[in-house]
């Protein structure tokens, strides 16, 4: 009697220390899940803290609407960010253009094309592309690219936005293959064998059946690579050049939003001056941009996706 009354005590903790675990387990999770919500929070305080600063010395009119960015100026500083959101864009531009036609066939391959022993070799040889350093492709960039285009097109300079764009599209697209391909591959097998057996083509199943059913899936991605070729940094300092210029030129040396931070983190500027916290303001300009594209990303995922 005495043993089991023992065993009943034991028993009793046991289920105490089970319960405790279980209420525990809950809140610890809570926190571990708050601390991206709160470094969210106090990036975005600390932006917008230090970009009011920064507007209590520069209007805000001269700078949205400024087309001219000489904060360096030994006369009269000027902050128009225009040239840098338009340096930005333009390697931007150049990027998609290479890298949505490469990334969507290559999903269509994947999904609609390739065996399975295929796809499970060359995806994630696809995928390697983004494990590496953007430092390395900034290199690339300025050393082999740079050269070649020039070779082909004299008036190309060293500096540009057409290598640097070209080079962030080859980085986007494994981000674009391969969000889409999983898009495509969600898509029932029932669907394409049923247009296959109307007599349709593997292309025609591809082109007309496949990426329209996962339409939502590949803007989604494609939304989420152009956001990701906004940001990108050392590529752009290294190739594109610090040149912020306000005009429609791919050939000439530019400077993004990205590449002046780079500049001026690197010591040009002491600490409390106005080009200091120019720094804080163009990083605002950035996240601004980047939120609205991964806005959008999640709409377009919401409101086209199709339920099988």
Not at 16 to 35: D, G, H, R, T, Y
Not at 47 to 57: D, K, M, P, V, Y
Not at 175 to 186: K, R, W
């Amino acid at each position: 009697m005495r043993q089991s009354v023992q065993e009943m005590i034991a028993q009793s903790k046991g289920k105490k220390n089970k319960q405790f675990v279980e209420k525990m387990i809950p809140v610890i999770l809570f926190l571990i899940a708050s601390v991206s919500v709160l470094t969210t929070i106090g990036i975005m305080l600390t932006l917008i803290f230090e970009t009011i600063t920064f507007f209590t010395r520069v209007s805000i009119t001269d700078f949205l609407f400024g087309t001219t960015w000489l904060p360096f100026s030994n006369k009269e500083a000027q902050y128009g960010i225009l040239p840098l959101i338009v340096g930005t864009l333009k390697v931007t531009l150049i990027a998609i253009l290479v890298a949505v036609p490469i990334g969507i066939s290559a999903a269509i391959y994947l999904s609609d094309y390739a065996s399975e022993n295929v796809r499970r070799v060359l995806k994630p040889l696809l995928e390697v592309l983004a494990g590496i350093p953007t430092i390395v492709y900034g290199f690339f960039a300025l050393t082999f690219v740079t050269p070649l285009l020039q070779s082909a097109f004299p008036d190309i300079k060293i500096f540009n936005a057409i290598s640097p764009g070209i080079v962030v599209g080859i980085m986007i697209i494994p981000m674009i293959a391969s969000l889409s391909e999983d898009a495509m591959s969600s898509v029932p097998k029932s669907i394409r064998e049923g247009a296959l057996a109307m007599g349709s083509t593997k292309f025609e199943v591809a082109w007309k059946i496949t990426v329209p059913a996962a339409l939502s899936g590949i803007i989604a991605s494609v939304v989420l690579a152009v956001s990701r070729a906004i940001g990108e940094t050392m590529i752009v300092s290294l190739a594109a050049g610090s040149t912020p210029k306000f005009d429609g030129d791919f050939t000439g040396s530019i400077q993004t939003m990205t590449a002046y931070i780079v500049q001026v983190s690197k010591g040009d500027a002491g600490y409390g001056t106005t080009i200091y916290y120019s720094i804080y303001a163009v990083g605002f300009t950035l996240f601004i941009f980047t939120m609205i594209m991964n806005i959008i990303a999640n709409y377009v995922s919401k409101r086209f996706r199709e339920e099988y």
